[in-house]
């Protein structure tokens, strides 16, 4: 459903595949629904999936552009979420925690710990990421094999766990990026009128800072337009 935050029209789960140029605006195509159009377009998911767009969009990519947008790469991984029951404790004494020992796992966050929460209505969670070279070797593998293979390397960590009462395993195809695209930091204008700007940590580096500073570049690349 969607949400208004300032006036903006928020709606999640939409997937994009195409984008088209009609009448001076950019016609967005969805898996489904009727197609939406905008004056401005800016897109922030990982780079080959903006590769894999299709429509107008293809043609307005440059060779160069292209190039730069096929030499970002990602490294892969998998997170596992784990919900307990309201009055579950996890009785460790760290709210996050990098394991450099596993060979499946990387890090463990206990969730209310972490943002110091404390609620007798909700229940604890534990996220977890596996390694790189985990998620590379089983990134084709079914989630729910992966999600036991995860089990099994987690007892041995943290021996003794409480039954989870809901478990999200989720295939990280683009993780952290490993090599930005060098020539555009920050951000990459694809077509100026109307406009239609990349972004996202892609174009920098792969934390926060990098969203940050990639947000702060096509800020400015939209001041210059309105």
Known sequence: MPKSTKGANIRFRQWVTQINLRNNKWEVSKETGSPEQFDIVVLTM??????LLK?????????????ELESVSYSSRYALGLFYEAGTKIDVPWAG????????????????????????EIGPSLAIHTTVSFGVTHLERDVEE??????QQLENILPGLPQPVATKCQ????SQ?????????GQMTLHRKPLLVCGGDGFTHSNFDG????????????????
């Open 97 to 120: 925690q990098y394991i450099t020992s596993n060979p499946c796992i990387r890090f463990i966050s206990i969730d209310n710990k972490k943002r110091n929460i404390v609620s007798s």
């Open 171 to 174: 295939k990280w195809r683009h």
């Open 177 to 185: 990026v490993t090599n930005p695209a060098a020539n555009s930091p």
């Open 211 to 226: 969203c940050v500073a990639s947000a702060l570049f096509v800020l400015e690349v939209l001041k210059k337009h309105i």
């Open 55 to 67: 429509g107008d969009i293809v043609n307005l990519i440059s060779e160069h552009q292209r190039q």
């Open 146 to 151: 992966v999600e036991e293979l995860i089990f």
């Open 46 to 51: 990982p780079v080959p999936q903006i590769l």
